[in-house]
């Protein structure tokens, strides 16, 4: 087969290194890789391949490959292919769930401990050299994650590995998931539909996003369920920024009603420099980084060698995309 491996991008950590390539490549020497790093050897790998290992493909490039037959994508979310022009070619589409699981797990537990504690706070008056013991009181109290509830919008690889690592603080965690009745995820104490939405909100002291982006979770998070939240809540975004609806993001934190927000994606990438997010207190902002750490190709193409096998094997591939559900 003829594998096209395109994996460029602006961010240096999610380049495949050529040392991947290679390492694929003898792996599978009955198997033909060709490594594209440019435009041009892009759409002569598109014209030619069986299989395209890639994170973004338009419909106008599928046009013109007509010998493909499974697009793996590096990254999990795959709104940067056309799913629908795929499936209906009968293209197998998988991504790489999983992979990130624990580095985004530990992301959010280790920022949740941090608003928590009013570590935002503290390195603020550290940078000021003031010692200031007597302004941990009031709304600056820091309060235990044990005893307090967790409430995830999302349980795929990702929500369940935050539901475990937070049902290891103690914490109770609840969660909204589209399959109630799938099988039971570790540390997960409830399950509740996704039209008890509001529900999930009222009861959180910590509500963590780790959802897909789809038709139904655009906008999900604005005004009305900010306003559900409880008082001093703190918010956590892992999934995309254009599930929440950013002014009303803002406005909950400005007027106090938020505890705090860790946000690691955002509704425009990079954050522009005049945006309000950047100066609000208690905010901890990442450059869509939750998911960095060594090794990480490593498990990529760990993934990608198993699927490859199997689909030269004609076995199911592992995290096959349902092209109904966007994910």
């Given at each position: 087969?003829?594998?096209l491996?395109?994996?460029q ?10 040392g ?17 790093t ?20 338009s ?36 991504n ?11 992301h959010?537990?280790?920022t ?23 302004d ?9 994650l ?5 409430g ?34 570790a540390?997960l104490?409830?399950?509740?539909p ?5 529900d ?21 998070i ?5 306003a559900?939240?409880r ?10 920024g ?38 609000l ?46 994910y």
């Amino acid at each position: 087969m003829n594998v096209l491996i395109s994996i460029q991008q602006h961010v240096p950590q999610w380049q495949i290194p050529a040392g991947a390539v290679a390492a694929l490549a003898a792996r599978f020497p009955e198997h033909t890789f060709v490594h594209a790093t440019d435009e041009a050897a892009r759409a002569r790998g598109l014209e030619a391949c069986d299989v395209a290992y890639t994170w973004i493909l338009s419909a106008e490039e599928l046009a013109r490959a007509a010998a493909l037959r499974w697009v793996h994508s590096s990254a999990v979310a795959v709104e940067t292919i056309c799913v629908p022009e795929l499936a209906a070619r009968g293209i197998a589409l998988s991504n790489t769930r999983g992979v990130q699981a624990a580095p985004i797990a530990e992301h959010v537990l280790a920022t949740v401990l941090a608003l928590a504690k009013q570590l935002p706070f503290a390195l603020e008056r550290q940078r000021e050299a003031r010692w200031s013991q007597n302004d941990f009181m009031g709304v600056r109290l820091p309060w235990m994650l044990r005893g307090r509830t967790l409430g995830l919008v999302g349980v795929g690889t990702i929500g369940a590995e935050v539901a475990r690592l937070a049902s290891a603080f103690g914490m109770r965690v609840i969660a909204t998931r589209r399959r109630t009745d799938a099988p039971p995820v570790a540390g997960l104490d409830e399950a509740l539909p996704p039209s008890a939405l509001p529900d999930l909100l009222a009861r959180a002291d910590v509500v963590v996003v780790a959802a897909p982006l789809t038709p139904e979770t655009t906008g999900l998070i604005g005004a009305r369920e900010f306003a559900r939240m409880r008082p001093g809540a703190i918010f956590v975004n892992v999934g995309r920024g254009r599930i929440v609806v950013r002014e009303a993001l803002v406005e909950a934190l400005r007027s106090g009603h938020l505890g705090g927000a860790s946000l690691d994606v955002f509704h425009q990438e990079p954050l522009p420099t005049d945006d309000p997010l950047w100066g609000l207190p208690q905010v901890i902002l990442t450059p869509h980084t939750s998911g960095f750490r060594a090794g990480h190709w490593d498990e990529v193409i760990d993934l990608f060698s198993e699927n490859l096998r199997r689909f030269a094997a004609g076995e199911p591939l592992r995290f096959s995309v349902e092209p109904s559900l966007g994910y």
